[in-house]
């Protein structure tokens, strides 16, 4: 499969449903980012290392993800804002698992 | 005063580079920088990583990088400004700009570049109403001086190394400590969680997790934090609430120099990265324009063509060709120094 659907709530509240290359070695911040869902400067601001959570998100569906590695699970420790079903969106590969993700933007902080 | 004829804010890549490229045209730098040490995130956030896309290096470790890019520009003594953030700006009626640091030291140039990335780290701060009313009235994100504590009742919030290291110096200092932290685990060195432990045992140190503090008490100073476990809420009663969130960068004062902002990051011309205010430049992470990339080589040609346009500024009436340091070496500029050795050319009959 060439790409994956992913459903994607913004700061907003809008809902948004993308298509997401599996073939770029995209992670699902910089999808966001590829579409523009949050204004560039409040997501991805370390630019994909887990030591910002200006990307954190909220998994809504059951989806499997890969599990966190530990400077993910440290960042969201000490990150506002955090619930259960929070998740780096930098630590997410795009893969064909993700097809009909439902996730959910944290508010900036 | 310092005095300098380019004062950059900023000590990463782009800013470090920049000596370089200013020095081959004879133009002293200065850098201001809030970190204690120059390198920008390269050596605040990821000194171990290593960087594939700097032309002429494989692989380099951050760290290396800023190592490299000090040596570079050695030659040309930049003067630092470290641990201290630029502040305020002045223009002077010459056009020229004194900045002032938040511990007060000035700074005069004609020509400032700003290269400050993602801007200042600053410490992250809960969402709590009122926060801001008990900043410095008993709420501090820094513990400056830890006297401040003694005998007091004091609540920290977090679960990393400063939080785990305050908790255990506090608890010599403070008569109460209670340290609050939103999951079970902390992470931090191992030694300094074995320590905590053993300092909850003593009951030395009054640990709550998971909990979050939900909200502040008392008038015009802390007097109490509310800290929910359980959906259940107590307040802890306190002198001082520390929360120690990590620290994530802001544009911060910069963002308040009458610069045009657009997308957190400062507009400026391509043609020499000059902003809308003559005089000051913007390079590196910190600036946008269309087809802005973020990369650290690009802020390397932002510096170079930001530094010639800062010498025509200064020197409008005279006249000169970019040289190459392969010809002039790295001191040729203003013929101070003759073409670089060669090789001896025999007649060959």
Redesign the interface.
């Known amino acids: 499969m060439q790409d994956v659907t992913i459903h994607i709530t913004d700061r907003y509240g809008e809902k948004h449903t993308i298509l997401a290359p599996t073939d770029m070695a995209m992670n699902l911040m910089e999808v966001i980012r590829s579409y523009e869902l949050a204004p560039e400067g409040t997501i991805g601001i370390c630019g994909g290392m887990a030591m910002c959570a200006s990307c954190q998100c909220y998994v809504n569906s059951a989806h499997k993800l890969n599990t966190m590695e530990d400077e993910e699970e440290a960042m969201l420790s000490e990150a506002f804002n955090v619930k259960d079903n929070s998740r780096l969106s930098c630590q997410i590969p795009i893969s064909d698992i993700l097809n009909g993700l439902e996730i959910e933007l944290a508010p900036e902080s | 005063m310092i005095t300098t004829d380019i004062l950059i804010i900023g000590a990463g890549p782009t800013g470090l580079f920049t000596v370089f490229e200013a020095g081959l045209l004879k133009l002293k730098c200065h850098l201001i920088d809030a970190l204690p040490q120059p390198g920008g995130q390269c050596s605040e ?2 000194p171990k ?1 290593p960087i594939y896309d700097i032309p002429g290096f494989p692989e380099i470790l951050a760290g290396d990088l800023t190592a490299n890019l000090l040596e570079q520009g050695k030659q040309f003594q930049p003067g630092f400004t470290l641990g201290e953030r630029a502040e305020t700006i002045e223009t002077l009626e010459d056009g020229s700009f004194i900045v002032t640091t938040n511990k007060g030291t000035q700074h005069h140039a004609p020509i400032i570049a700003i290269a400050g990335g ?1 801007g200042s780290f600053e410490p ?1 701060k ?2 709590l109403e009122n926060i801001t009313i008990y900043e410095d009235n008993g709420l501090a994100y820094f513990i400056k001086d830890p006297e401040v504590y003694r005998d007091k009742k004091v609540v920290i919030a ?3 190394d400063s939080a785990l290291d305050w908790s255990i110096f506090l608890a010599d200092v403070a008569s109460e400590v209670t340290l609050v ?3 079970n ?1 902390f ?1 931090g060195a191992l030694d300094s969680v074995e320590r905590v432990q053993e300092l909850k045992l003593l009951n030395k140190i009054n640990i709550i997790t998971p909990a979050e503090i939900t909200g502040l008490h008392g008038e015009h100073k802390i007097e109490g934090v509310a800290v929910t476990k359980d959906g259940d809420t107590q307040i802890i009663e306190a002198d001082a609430f520390i929360p120690l ?2 620290l ?2 802001k544009l911060g004062p910069i963002g308040d120099w009458g610069l045009e902002i657009e ?3 400062i507009k400026v011309d391509t043609v020499d990265y000059q902003t809308n205010i003559p005089g000051i430049y913007a390079i590196g992470d910190v600036n946008t324009y269309e087809g802005k990339l ?1 990369l650290i080589l690009c802020g390397f040609h932002e510096a170079t063509l930001m530094c010639q346009s800062a010498y025509k500024r200064l020197n409008p009436g005279k006249k000169f060709v970019l040289k190459y340091t392969t010809v002039s070496g790295i001191n040729g500029f203003d013929g101070t120094r003759k073409e670089s050795p060669k090789a001896v050319v025999k007649a060959i009959v």
Do not use: I, V
């Open positions: 956030l990821y990583k993602l992250r809960p969402q977090g679960g990393g932290h939103r999951r685990e992470r969130f990590g994530s960068p997308k957190n990051a973020k």
